[in-house]
């Protein structure tokens, strides 16, 4: 029985045994007097490779990378190691503790400590497939890349032209020919773009001929990934959704939300719940899936919704024993909501231009404004504007979206200005933004109006064009924006009313209405129709109305 039992022992630890094998060649097709020279070792295992410099493609994730990279093969230790340069391991978007924690040793990036971090290389296709744990990588989507995989581009010239001519002969006096060009001319280096405007006009006459030519403004500009903002040097124009919009030359740094995944721009809500098990999350809208992931069992957090996204958003949530829960999310939007934890800014600084001219004011401005997504629905904003002592505008408001009853913004600027010869002088504006959209009819309405208290109040643009003889002060601004698409007819109906009233001028009405129809005509595919009409009218009785009409095809 002993003998027995060791005999089953014996052979079950040979049948356990892992057998280790390699690949044997043989040399007899090669020349006699060629074997001595040839080792063939390298190849013994089927993923070796030859030590050496190889142009390769390089996949992250099977996601192949935008650029080829000579790399090289070395052999340590009786085996062939490919060498990682810090500047590819770069590309690899790698969470920043990950990437810091990783040593270089002679210009080699070592991994030795992240195992799980592998590379296998395909010979036939050339290509170094490099397989990264997700959790360890940044934020991805599949129309979107890491700012660090970005590439800035070769350096180079570029020219953007329009080219306009006309030729006039009547039947009697003077012939005149007329000519005039205008575009963007720049140069790329580096990450720096140098950009220009320019416009040429000629003309001539039997009388002698006339040219003008200028640049109307030349600046730079460059992004800054590592803080999503766009830097600007030069003349340019000032943007701001607070203050009103005045060209001036000097810097500016604003956040840009190009450089984010597309369903991280804009604004829309967080949606968040809790899952009893596995559970899929649904979120449809006007019973059209526009989202769908699976959760694990507690709390969820949903803040990829695409910023196009509006109206009201049905969840459903699906556990994996079949239970089904639902709730609504309401997803309207103004300019002024941003989604939660995130902070857009704008800062500014330089001196306003004169007009049209390069010439800029004495005094220098500084500006910076904000929105922040406080929480899911409500944003706090808002910014300032300092001339120094000459004048100074804080500004502060709110949005809030409203679930079913849409979205709305208020804020309130006070404007302090020191006016020639003049004592200084307060004034107060207030506005208020709305947005909602129907979605039975599936129409959009954009309400705004602006209203400004005293007659005291200026904005920083009308302030430089202030004039002892001829000053306008704005006293109320209304605008009406409203859309309707027929789906029965393929028409989009567009409505726009503007009412403007001052406090030294008379009022000003301004409507139109727009009809866009597309349709296809035989082998014409994808033709367009758009009729428009507009009227302005002035309460002043000495000034007529203006009315037109505009058909395009």
């Not at 790698?94 to 990036?109: N, S, Y």
């Not at 140098?194 to 006009?201: C, V």
């Not at 014409?524 to 129709?529: E, I, R, S, T």
Request: charged share 20%.
């Amino acid at each position: 029985m002993t003998y027995k039992l060791q005999w089953i022992i014996i052979i079950a630890s040979l049948l356990m045994t892992k057998v280790a094998s390699a690949t044997e060649f043989n040399i007899n097709a090669i020349d006699k007097d060629q074997r001595g020279s040839v080792d063939l070792s390298l190849f013994k295992d089927q993923i070796s490779v030859t030590p050496g410099s190889y142009f390769v493609t390089v996949a992250v994730n099977d996601i192949p990378l935008a650029n080829g990279w000579q790399l090289r093969w070395r052999e340590i230790n009786n085996a062939v190691q490919v060498c990682i340069p810090p500047e590819l391991v770069d590309t690899f978007a790698l969470q920043d503790d990950v990437r810091h924690a990783l040593p270089e040793k002679e210009g080699c990036v070592d991994f030795s400590a992240r195992p799980d971090i592998r590379f296998t290389f395909e010979q036939g296709s050339q290509t170094l497939k490099v397989t990264i744990p997700q959790a360890w990588l940044q934020y991805r989507a599949v129309d979107w890349m890491p700012p660090s995989t970005w590439d800035i581009g070769v350096p180079g010239v570029l020219l953007d032209y329009n080219l306009f001519a006309s030729h006039y002969q009547p039947n009697s006096g003077s012939n005149n020919d007329n000519a005039n060009t205008y575009g963007t001319a720049g140069a790329n280096m580096g990450a720096w773009r140098l950009r220009s405007d320019y416009q040429y006009t000629q003309s001539h006459t039997d009388a002698g001929s006339e040219h003008n030519g200028r640049f109307s403004r030349v600046y730079m500009f460059r992004p800054l990934p590592s803080i999503g903002a766009k830097l600007t040097l030069g003349e340019t124009d000032f943007q701001s959704a607070i203050f009103d919009a005045f060209t001036y030359t000097g810097a500016s740094l604003i956040s840009d939300e190009r450089m984010l995944p597309w369903s991280l721009r804009g604004y829309a809500p967080q949606i968040t719940g809790i899952a009893q098990t596995n559970a899929t999350v649904t979120v449809s809208l006007a019973n059209r899936v526009i989202y769908q992931s699976k959760v694990p069992p507690g709390p969820f957090v949903i803040q990829d919704l695409n910023q196009s996204v509006q109206g009201t958003l049905d969840v459903k949530v699906t556990e994996e024993d079949g239970r089904v829960s639902t709730f609504q999310v309401s997803a309207e939007s103004v300019p002024f909501l941003t989604r939660k934890g995130q902070v857009r800014y704008k800062l500014a600084a330089g001196k306003a231009r004169q007009g049209a001219s390069h010439d800029v004011e004495d005094n220098a401005f500084m500006s910076g404004e904000f929105s922040w997504g406080m929480l899911s629905h409500p944003s706090l904003y808002g910014g300032t504007l300092a001339d120094g002592d000459r004048y100074r505008s804080v500004a502060a408001g709110i949005g809030q979206n409203m679930a079913w009853l849409g979205a709305l913004s208020f804020d309130v600027t006070q404007a302090t200005s020191q006016l020639p010869h003049q004592r200084s002088q307060t004034g107060y504006s207030y506005r208020i933004n709305y947005s909602k959209r129907f979605d039975t009819t599936g129409s959009q309405l954009t309400l705004a109006s602006y209203r400004y208290s005293d007659p005291q109040f200026l904005s920083y643009a009308r302030y430089l064009d202030y004039d002892d003889g001829d000053r306008q002060s704005e006293k109320q601004t209304l605008s009406v924006t409203a859309s309707q698409y027929i789906s029965a007819l393929s028409l989009n109906l567009y409505v726009n009313m503007l009412r403007q009233t001052w406090w030294n001028d008379s009022p000003s009405t301004t409507g139109s209405i727009t009809a866009g129809y597309n349709f296809d005509m035989g082998r014409w595919k994808n033709l367009g129709v758009t009729l428009s009409w507009s009227k302005t009218h002035y309460d002043e009785k000495d000034e007529s109305d203006d009315t037109q009409f505009y058909l395009s095809l």
